[in-house]
């Protein structure tokens, strides 16, 4: 085999049809867009989601769910996170530093997963009734 000598599979490659050229060419006249209608007009194919002025679907069905923009940019910690770290004195910029939080989350909330076994403070961050109960019950303290 030479570069020279390769040539598409038979069938890949068919030459284009030229429409609207008379009848001798199989496709005048109407040029495969039939008779009238919308589709045979210029540019009648209508918007992305019309349906012929019958209600759209994305608009008949009801809207559902939500989701919080400040969700986004609010990260969650589990105990277990909090158990890893070795700082005592724990805020959102010292979760940043070791790599809890991604530095782009605004805020942080601490949930109960897992379990602490240490005594620490936790400030500046949300927590969850039961993550301040398993705080409190290692000897640890919970600023508003």
Known sequence: MKLNTIKPAEGAKTARVRVGRGIGSGMGKTAGRGHKG??????????????GGQMPIQRRLP????????????????????????????????????????????????????????????SGVGVTKGAREAIVAAGGSVAE
């Open 63 to 122: 809207k559902r769910g939500f989701t919080s923009a400040i969700g986004k940019l609010t990260a969650e910690i589990r105990l277990s996170d909090i158990e890893r770290m070795t700082e005592v004195e724990i805020d959102l910029s010292v979760l940043k530093a070791a790599g809890v939080v991604q530095s782009q989350m605004l805020q942080a909330k601490l949930i109960k997963s897992g379990e602490l076994t240490r005594k620490v403070s936790i």
């Open 38 to 51: 919308q589709r045979a007009r210029k540019g009648g194919r209508g918007k992305i989601g019309f349906e």
